[in-house]
């Protein structure tokens, strides 16, 4: 009973903390976050490409970090966010649907990325790097300016 309660007392709270959120909060939200998820993928990108040296142990982290991002946007994509400040397009909020499923495209993706990374294996990591790398285009190309 008590732990019914205290959850139901959490999700209101949090859904009132989200209804609460002004859309320039949103905005700088997701700017915060992508820039960590720029931070991550980049130097796995150089590696890839050979402008780093691979290193597995940073390839590794930086995979899993990147997982541990990709599931920290959504949140930050409130109605009405999209008038100023932002690359992100109106057409989210009318493609939800589909938004929605390329950010779990986005979630899944860098979780088999994490998985292969920890293979070691640059033959498992590529495939894995250029199918993140693919997902991300797919939304940029949709939902961004």
Request: aromatic content about 10%.
């Amino acid at each position: 009973m008590k732990k019914t309660l205290i959850a139901a007392l959490l999700a209101s709270v949090t859904l009132t903390a989200v209804a609460e959120v002004k859309p320039f909060q949103a905005t700088e939200y997701r700017r915060g976050v992508f820039k960590a998820v720029k931070w991550q993928f980049g130097p796995m990108a150089d590696m890839m490409k050979g402008k780093k040296e691979f290193s597995a142990a940073e390839f590794v982290q930086r995979a899993d970090n990147l997982a541990a991002l990709s599931k920290m946007p959504l949140e930050g994509f409130v109605p009405n966010s999209y008038a100023r400040g932002t690359r992100a397009l109106p057409g989210i909020e009318q493609d939800w649907e589909t938004f929605t499923s390329l950010m779990t495209d986005f979630e899944r993706n860098t979780e088999a990325l994490a998985s292969a990374a920890a293979s070691g294996d640059k033959g498992q990591i590529k495939p894995a790097f250029i199918q993140v790398a693919k997902t991300c285009k797919s939304c940029h190309d949709k939902f961004k300016d």
